[in-house]
């Protein structure tokens, strides 16, 4: 499979990819499109010129400001739009004639990626925060709680999972600085008010939902996939020393929420499943999913920019959970909560087994008892040292992962932030 439109072979967006996004143009607002090689294709336009008719769905969907409306269709319609955009962009089959040699088209539909400003893909209402990755939860336990056992950190780590309810109002895209924010931490015993002292980045990955469901019903395990619409790439903004003063996250974590642009659809990441982390526990019926492939090994890198120059933060992994993004709807739900179009799921911080793979400074830094070093991406030789984010910093994270056959890679673009100083 290749596309026509030409794709360099480091880009994040194969004909494999097509992850979605909302951007708008010079001339343009907030409109629905595709990333393919360093274009994006205007869903918009090819809607309104009829493209989709024949595929029996409503593709008024794909007019809005957002993919909510298209998300919630579910994944027989969106895949669907899936398929009929790869055959329009695909060297090798008959529907290239609709849009490859259609001049007046084509310059329409495609814009430069570098050229465009991207918005935030759905409108977030609701967004959950898990706590499901094996290392970031037994390095927590570590470093806070000075060695206790992981079962006296969460007694029911194993058995469920663990969340809390982020908020959903300061979700941000990527690129839209984050400014240090302000509450209470305790010093020396005594409550303290002022500057966050203690700021991180989290490196995380999460689902967006796409079908709905109603209030008072649950999901089964075994179908819950089928309400994941797409995946991106999330940082988890965290103030720590907020954090260590309160009962539960709130403060801490309330001020910001980056994710990445593009939504990479479910059936992109089809090639890289695999195992959750096994327990050796025996799960309640509605945590036991049939697919034991059910999570994914996507690598994502973290990195922090200071003065133009690109250090290396930490090398993370999607693959170190103890629950599925199913388990985790399927115990979302179990009570009766419903689940919205452009809800958030995400994983926690995805930390691996050494040092270097830890997913925020909480972790490298020791809770800045040890100052971490980095190395420059370009020039190994230069190192920068930090315990927690300074003014001026700015956090990546990037991801990529290439198709078993060779024929594209699959990406998500940067999820990319500024810490600005405190208002």
């Known amino acids: 499979m290749a596309s026509w439109i030409t794709v360099a072979d480091d880009s994040d967006f194969s004909l494999r990819n097509l992850p979605y996004g ?31 008719d024949d595929l029996d769905f409503d593709s008024t969907t794909l007019q809005e400001r957002n993919l909510n409306a298209f998300a919630a269709l579910g994944r027989d319609a969106t895949s669907r739009v899936r398929r009929r955009l790869q055959q329009l962009l695909d060297k090798d089959t008959d529907l290239g004639s609709v849009l490859r040699d259609n001049h007046e088209r084509r310059e329409k539909c495609f814009l ?26 037994q390095n927590s336990a570590d470093f806070l709680k000075k060695g206790s056992d992981i079962t006296q950190l969460i007694p029911s780590f194993w058995d469920a999972p663990a969340a809390y309810h982020g908020r959903a109002s300061s979700v941000i895209v990527s690129g839209t600085p984050v400014h240090r924010p302000k509450g209470q931490s305790r010093v020396n015993g005594k409550t303290v008010s002022g500057l966050c002292q203690k700021l991180d980045f989290e490196v995380e990955f999460a689902a967006v939902i796409g079908k709905s469901d109603e209030l008072g ?16 790439l999330l940082n988890d903004w965290s103030a720590r020393d ?21 939504i990479v659809p479910f059936e992109a990441l089809e090639p890289f499943r ?32 200071v003065a133009s120059q690109k250090y290396q933060a930490s090398n993370c992994n ?12 399927a115990h979302h ?15 926690g911080t995805m930390s691996g087994p050494t040092r270097p793979e830890q997913g925020c400074f909480l972790e490298l830094s020791r809770v800045g008892a040890e100052p971490y070093e980095m190395a420059a991406v370009n020039s190994p030789e230069r190192k920068l040292t930090r315990t927690f984010l300074e003014d001026g910093d700015i956090v990546e994270f990037t991801c990529q992962v290439r198709s078993s056959d060779g024929s594209g890679n699959v990406g998500f673009g940067s999820c990319r932030g500024e810490v600005l100083p405190g208002k």
């Open 22 to 52: 909302v951007f708008s143009s010079a001339d343009a607002g907030p409109r629905i499109g595709v990333a393919i090689g360093e274009s994006v294709l205007d869903l918009k336009t090819l809607a309104s010129e009829h493209v989709f």
């Open 112 to 137: 430069p990626l570098n050229s465009v400003t991207m918005h935030l893909p759905v409108a977030v209402h609701d967004y959950t925060d898990y706590f499901i990755g094996l290392y970031h939860a």
């Open 217 to 232: 019903n649950e999901i089964d395990v075994d179908k819950a996939e089928d309400h994941i619409f797409g995946f991106v």
């Open 242 to 262: 907020f954090q260590q003063n309160e009962f539960t996250a709130f403060t801490s974590k309330n001020f910001a929420t980056s994710i990445s642009p593009w």
């Open 274 to 305: 695999t195992s959750p982390t096994e327990g050796g526990r025996a799960l309640p019926d509605y945590l036991t999913q049939k697919e034991t492939n059910s999570a994914y090994d996507i690598p994502i890198q973290a990195r922090l920019e």
């Open 318 to 329: 999607t693959k170190h959970v103890v629950f599925s993004f199913a388990q985790m709807i």
């Open 333 to 347: 739900t179990r009570g009766g909560c419903p689940l919205r179009p452009g809800n958030l799921l995400a994983t």
